[in-house]
C-alpha cells in the first residue's frame, strides 16, 4: 500500500485560508469515509484534527474543515494563524489489512 | 486523562530485536471499542503505521512489516508491547504508540514517541 500523495509544502499569510489535499486511489481515500488528519509541531507527538473525513474533535477550533471529493480528501485552515505552522498528515483506512490506515507524505504549513 | 508513555532501549543493535512497551494510564486497556497500536516516524519522514491490537489480543499488522512485528496486550498491567525483529539502520524511527477509536483509524491519544536507533 502506498503513502497518499500530499504536497511538499503549502503557505499563507495570517488570517488567509489555505487548503491541503491528500490524494489516493479508490482502495483508500475514495473507498471509505474514513480520513483523519494530524497536526504535528516540531518535536512533538501528532494531534487529531480531523476524523471521518469533516468531523472534529471536541477542543479542535472551527478554523479546521475537511472534505472528499472522490479519491481526494481536503484539509482546509480558514483564518491561518502562526500557531498553525506545522506538518500536516492525512490518514485513510484502506481496508482491513491495513487497519491502522496509510499515512499521507505529509505537508508543511508555512505562515508568511 | 488518558495518557499513554513509551518505554525501551533507544540503541538497538543490527539483525537484533527491538522491544517497546507502551502503559496506559487514566483508562482502562480493556475499554470495548478501542484499539492500540503502535506508528513510527523516521527523521525527517513521515509517518507509518507499524500495527494494532484489541484488548483481546486480536492483532492487525502492516503488510510491509508483518513478518517480523509482534504486538501484544498485557491487560493486568494496563500495556501494550511491540517487538520488531531483524531490525536494520532503516527502522531508525521515533515510534509512537497511541489508541484509535473504533479502529476507523481515528489516532486520538498518542504517546510521546521515543527515539530508538539501530546502530552497531
Known amino acids: 500500500q502506498s503513502a497518499l500523495t500530499q504536497p511538499a509544502s503549502v503557505s499563507g499569510s495570517p488570517g488567509q485560508s489555505i487548503t491541503i489535499s491528500c490524494t489516493g486511489t479508490s482502495s483508500d481515500v475514495g473507498g471509505y469515509n474514513y480520513v483523519s488528519w494530524y497536526q504535528q509541531h516540531p518535536g512533538k507527538a501528532p494531534k487529531l484534527m480531523i476524523y471521518d473525513v469533516s468531523k472534529r474533535p471536541s477542543g479542535v477550533s472551527n478554523r479546521f474543515s475537511g472534505s472528499k471529493s472522490g479519491n481526494t480528501a481536503s484539509l482546509t485552515i480558514s483564518g491561518l494563524q502562526a500557531e498553525d505552522e506545522a506538518d500536516y498528515y492525512c490518514?485513510?483506512?484502506?481496508?482491513?489489512?491495513?487497519?491502522?490506515?496509510?499515512f499521507g507524505t505529509g505537508t508543511k504549513v508555512t505562515v508568511l | 486523562q488518558l495518557q499513554l508513555q513509551e518505554s525501551g532501549p533507544g540503541l538497538v543493535k543490527p539483525s537484533e530485536t527491538l522491544s517497546l512497551t507502551c502503559t496506559v494510564s487514566?483508562?482502562?486497556?480493556?475499554?470495548?471499542?478501542?484499539?492500540w497500536g503502535w506508528i513510527r516516524q523516521p527523521p525527517g519522514k513521515g509517518l507509518e503505521w507499524i500495527g494494532s491490537?484489541?484488548?483481546?489480543?486480536?492483532?492487525y499488522y502492516n503488510p510491509s512489516l508483518k513478518s517480523r512485528v509482534t504486538i501484544s496486550v498485557d491487560t493486568s498491567k494496563n500495556q501494550f508491547s511491540l517487538k520488531l525483529s531483524s531490525v536494520t539502520a532503516a527502522d531508525t524511527a521515533v515510534y509512537y504508540c497511541a489508541r484509535d477509536g473504533s479502529g476507523s483509524i481515528i489516532w486520538d491519544v498518542w504517546g510521546k514517541g521515543t527515539t530508538v536507533t539501530v546502530s552497531s
Open positions: 487514566g483508562g482502562s486497556i480493556s475499554s470495548s471499542s478501542y484499539y
Open positions: 491490537i484489541y484488548y483481546s489480543g486480536s492483532t
Open positions: 490518514c485513510s483506512y484502506a481496508g482491513s489489512s491495513t487497519l491502522g490506515g496509510v
